[in-house]
DNA sequence: CTGTGATGTTAATAATATTTGACATGGAAA
DNA sequence: TTTCCATGTCAAATATTATTAACATCACAG
């Protein structure tokens, strides 16, 4: 791992709780590869704000309810 | 002009009301250059996560009251 | 045991975001 | 007018993120 963003997320949980969704499926429905999906769920790496809203879409939840910043120390 | 990004921002009017903040003085808060702020302010492309949670983080807001993506047709 | 689906890894490449530096314009002072 | 400041534009370079393909592991059903 070079270098994690420091953006978390909450995907993992959101595709379980929406019926198990699998990471291909929900690659599939954002419109990227299964591998992008992966990446973004282990933080390896922020994804385009626009692939984040299209995430949140999915779920049909808030950007902030997907993925959290840490505040200022 | 080539790329237009399909997400909207209110990055101006917040600007204006926190104070009358330049677009350098944004830059400076959020550690990008100036020319960062005007391509993202005028939408010729969507910042990184990152960089939209830290224009969030100034103006105290929350990400989806800066920026908007279009619902599904 | 064999096969299959979900997940994960790596490396190479493509695409996009960001930086740098230079120059232009309009408005508001001095 | 001249100067300063905020804004804007452009092109080229670098950095970061996204895509692809190939392969590995694990759990589990048959």
Same mark, same amino acid.
């Given at each position: 791992? &070079?270098?994690?963003?420091? #953006? /978390?997320?909450? %995907? *993992? /949980?959101? *595709? @379980? ?11 599939? *429905? %954002?419109? #990227?590869?299964? +591998?992008? &999906? ?5 933080? *390896?790496? /922020?994804?385009?704000?626009? &692939?984040? @809203?299209?995430?949140?879409? #999915? !779920?049909?939840? /808030?950007?902030?309810? &997907? !993925? +959290? ?5």
């Amino acid at each position: 791992m &070079v270098k994690p963003t420091s #953006v /978390s997320n909450t %995907i *993992r /949980s959101l *595709r @379980f709780a929406n019926g198990e969704m699998t990471q291909a499926a929900l690659a599939d *429905r %954002i419109g #990227v590869t299964r +591998q992008t &999906v992966i990446a973004i769920e282990q933080g *390896r790496y /922020s994804p385009s704000l626009e &692939v984040a @809203f299209q995430i949140a879409q #999915v !779920f049909k939840v /808030s950007l902030d309810d &997907v !993925f +959290q910043y840490p505040d200022l120390p």
